[in-house]
């Protein structure tokens, strides 16, 4: 099983951007990567995913032309770059690997810690 650790939140304002960063040890190659969000009092979120060779990305209606996901296999990172930030976009963001099936994104429950992103109106 992976190990993985979010990084790259902040305190931004509405409009900013930000680059989270997922680091994994292990075959991080082999896996696809999502990314999900929990804001204070809700439930733990679907953001994106993408494919192991990264040639397929999904995303939440919420964030679509927004944000958008990559990978770098030799580096075992994947990011996630968030574009025009809104105040509902605040939460702890967390990634884990899985598997891209179609339009449809499967995590194992590998979570990392989580990033922290709040943004502000």
């Known amino acids: 099983q992976e190990q993985l650790s979010e990084s790259g939140g902040g305190l931004v304002q509405a409009g900013d951007s930000l680059r989270l960063s997922c680091a994994a040890s292990?075959?991080?190659?082999?896996?696809?990567m999502g990314w999900f969000r929990q804001a204070p009092g809700n439930e733990r979120e679907f953001v994106a995913a993408?494919?192991?060779?990264?040639?397929?990305?999904v995303y939440a209606d919420s964030v679509k032309g927004r944000f958008t996901m990559s990978r770098d296999n030799a580096k075992n990172t994947g990011y996630l770059q968030m574009n025009s930030l809104k105040p509902e976009d605040t939460g702890v963001y967390y990634c884990?690997?899985?598997?891209?099936?179609?339009?449809?994104?499967?995590?194992?429950?590998?979570w990392g810690e989580g990033t922290l992103v709040t943004v502000s109106s």
């Open positions: 884990n690997s899985g598997i891209v099936i179609g339009a449809d994104y499967y995590g194992m429950n590998d």
């Open positions: 292990g075959t991080f190659s082999s896996d696809a």
């Open positions: 993408i494919s192991w060779s990264g040639d397929t990305t």
